[in-house]
């Protein structure tokens, strides 16, 4: 959850709260902990960044069709 979480921030310009509804009513505090989670694991392991990295690109390539 936390990958799409970052991914609708990055990309969709919604809040943390809106973020928080389209993923079932979390709130925006835990939503913002998804994603600081993420950010952490991507840091320490490679084979999570590089999962994110390939959804980032699959839809940026969906994006530009």
């Known amino acids: 959850m936390g990958i799409a979480a970052e ?3 990055k990309y969709c310009d919604v809040t ?3 973020i928080g509804r389209l993923l079932g009513n979390i ?3 835990s ?5 600081r989670r993420l950010k952490k694991k991507m840091a320490e ?3 999570v960044m590089e ?7 699959k839809i940026k390539a ?4």
């Open 7 to 9: 991914l609708l921030h």
């Open 16 to 18: 943390q709260t809106q």
């Open 62 to 65: 969906a994006c530009i069709m």
């Open 27 to 29: 709130d925006n505090v």
């Open 51 to 57: 999962h994110y990295c390939r959804i980032e690109a």
């Open 45 to 47: 392991d490679t084979g």
């Open 31 to 35: 939503v913002h902990q998804l994603r």
